[in-house]
DNA sequence: CATCGATGTGAGTCCGGTCTCAATCCTACG
DNA sequence: CGTAGGATTGAGACCGGACTCACATCGATG
């Protein structure tokens, strides 16, 4: 009746104890549903607590409980689809299984993730999902794994820490992606990233990104096992803006010694690439050919479509989430995930011009100055 | 020195309290940085602090301070990058202030809706910010505006409720994209949405969603201002799955009086919709006008480029989170932000082809049978 | 009818911080 | 030299639940 009078404070079992006219106790226990607890106490509690509209005050459970139902998810950027649909996956099967999300933005900082890690871990989640920014320095996460709180890896490998991580196979799709630019007859294949390095790429330098790195040696692979030099004057790094992923796309479509394919590593920086190409004048596939990681539904709809790597990233999510929430359940961990990806040709790889013109340089595998 | 032995329950005040000689009193002053402490105890309490790696259990902090620093995010559908961006907006504005974002998706259902709110009120977040699922049934809404808790609303509105809402002002900006469509010639206008409602769209019907409304709404005053007949018969709503957006996108394609422009309420449909208008052998614009809401990046990679309407998502999430912590902070609320939509005219709306037949027609306000 | 085990029940502790309050120290002023 | 008043300090209450423990209660068993 009167739903006034609430005012500030809001209702504890005490409250609903007095309302009941049975202890602290004993309400507790008919509310929390533990213990022994007589029908005709339950129902009076029950009762007295709807009519308070009484609310259990999650963090006083949590504190003595020491669960707080809540994993932490630390990505590089959610505004990118890839991040959006893993967080999707993670965030159905966490709620399914009565979790909850914090989620946190590290713009693929180092600091801001280590920040992010240590804020989570102040709040006592049961458990973090991240998808580290470098897995070159992790020290925050190993200190984690040490202190013995669940973790599960999604999208990207921390170094080698014995920690269970839901990835690509990327090294193998980027194998079989550049041999099949290969095949088309490209021999100067362009790779454009994100990644924010200190210098320009040098085929021995250590990359944060396991991800990249791993493309890197995928493309490398492919070059080796045809028995062709890898240009590794086209791996290109530090695409941070759109400004400079345009002038760095111009940059290896023109001159002497051109690319005449370019691959994205990723559906953001792809909107740019193809841009950056058409401002030149030049077509895809005719002039130069093309190929992005990650399927978004878009890359249907332009023309050419696009030919792209598909990753399954909602089911990494799903997996992730269900990994960690096994690890924070205290059961063995399953058998490992292999996730992969696949090469969806669509229509932006075309034969390589200059190929063309000579048709025996198109077999794979000929020794070429 | 000793990294071990920390095994399983974590350090606390009163450990550190011991390690450094003094009252558990004393070393939460220091660690707290409140109260009255000398020099010489903080520099034991924050060496102890230090040597045993002390981090503070914000669930214990929050219990007894009564703030979380969290505040909940509540949207439909984060894998929508229309959502990612505004959350994006939300969570860098809120960690700059020092909150941390809770986030729930509702998939657009109220029920799941209903359960995010409690979840997170009973976690004892801040405030809310919902993007409503429905601006009619509120009834959980209403509750945690009467309850005092801080809340603002995204993206939508929630019937009349008096709180405040960062949204755009549809009714106009559909009235000028459906000004410009009909200056284009085009008479037969339809309007898709995914939208669920029990029945098919008819005029006087209540909408769930206050944008929807308010689109159509704005679609009708257009009309009406140039003195033609809205065509009620062309406003598709239910528009779920991929497979029911193909099957209406070419209902309202084909048939004798078919529609000539076609209108996309979202990112996400706009895209089966432009298949199905591909499948259909048409093409944007020769033959059928299309316009989209949002304002994605790959719409301008398409041939034709997509003409769509710009909503400032981010600046919605920004304007939200602030009015949000202002809130909680207890201070007044700012001048009430208003948000614009622009209509980016692109490539894909063209002049209608039956009215190009008949050049009287083109000039809206005649009269016409 | 005494005994035993299975409930029921209330008092009180604990979780890990914050915060009040009274006691103790110091130092400068009269 | 005595002491008022501010700076320090420690004991303990408290936040809101979960849970332990000791103490009933009660029907069933021997």
Redesign the pocket.
């Known amino acids: 009746m009167k739903a006034e009078g609430a005012r500030r404070?809001?209702?504890?079992?005490?409250?609903?104890?007095k309302a009941a006219?049975?202890?602290?106790?004993?309400?507790?226990?008919a509310?929390?549903n533990?213990?022994?607890?007589?029908?005709?106490?339950?129902e009076r509690v029950l009762a007295a607590a709807e009519e308070l509209s009484?609310?259990?005050?999650e963090?006083?459970?949590s504190?003595?409980?020491?669960k707080s139902h809540t994993i932490g998810v630390v990505v590089g950027d959610i505004e990118n689809p890839h991040f959006g649909l893993a967080t999707r996956g993670i965030t159905d099967t966490a709620k399914k299984a009565g979790y909850n999300v914090i989620l946190v933005n590290t713009d693929e900082d180092r600091a801001a993730e280590v920040d992010a890690v240590r804020v989570l871990l102040d709040k006592r989640v049961d458990g973090l999902i991240v998808a580290p920014a470098s897995s070159v320095d992790t020290g925050h996460l190993q200190e984690v794994h040490r202190s013995g709180r669940p973790l599960v890896f999604i999208d990207r490998t921390a170094g080698d820490m014995p920690v269970e991580t839901m990835a690509v196979d990327m090294a193998r799709i980027s194998r079989e992606a550049t041999q099949y630019l290969l095949d088309a007859g490209h021999r100067r294949i362009a790779f454009i990233s994100t990644l924010r390095t200190d210098a320009p790429y040098t085929p021995g330098m250590t990359l944060e990104s396991s991800q990249i790195a791993d493309r890197i040696e995928g493309m490398r692979q492919a070059f080796l096992e045809s028995g062709l030099p890898f240009p590794e004057d086209l791996v290109r790094l530090n695409a941070g803006d759109e400004d400079s992923i345009r002038s760095i796309t111009r940059e290896v479509l023109r001159g002497p010694d051109q690319a005449t394919a370019v691959v994205a590593s990723d559906g953001l920086i792809a909107l740019s690439v193809v841009e950056a190409i058409q401002e030149l004048g030049l077509s895809i596939p005719a002039d130069v050919s093309f190929l992005m990681y990650d399927d978004f539904a878009w890359t249907r709809l332009t023309t050419p479509p696009l030919t792209v790597i598909a990753q399954p990233v909602y089911n990494m999510g799903v997996a992730a989430a269900k990994a960690l929430i096994r690890q924070m359940e205290g059961q063995p961990p399953a058998a490992p995930a292999q996730f992969t990806a696949t090469l969806v040709r669509r229509g932006s790889v075309g034969p390589c011009r200059e190929a063309a013109e000579d048709p025996l340089s198109r077999r794979a595998g000929a020794r070429l100055s």
Do not use: E, F, H, I
Request: proline letters at 2%; glycine letters at 8%.
């Open positions: 404070r809001d209702v504890t079992v005490a409250d609903v104890a006219r049975v202890s602290k106790a004993q309400a507790a226990r509310l929390g533990y213990g022994a607890v007589s029908d005709d106490v339950r009484y609310r259990p005050n963090l006083a459970r504190m003595n409980t020491g």
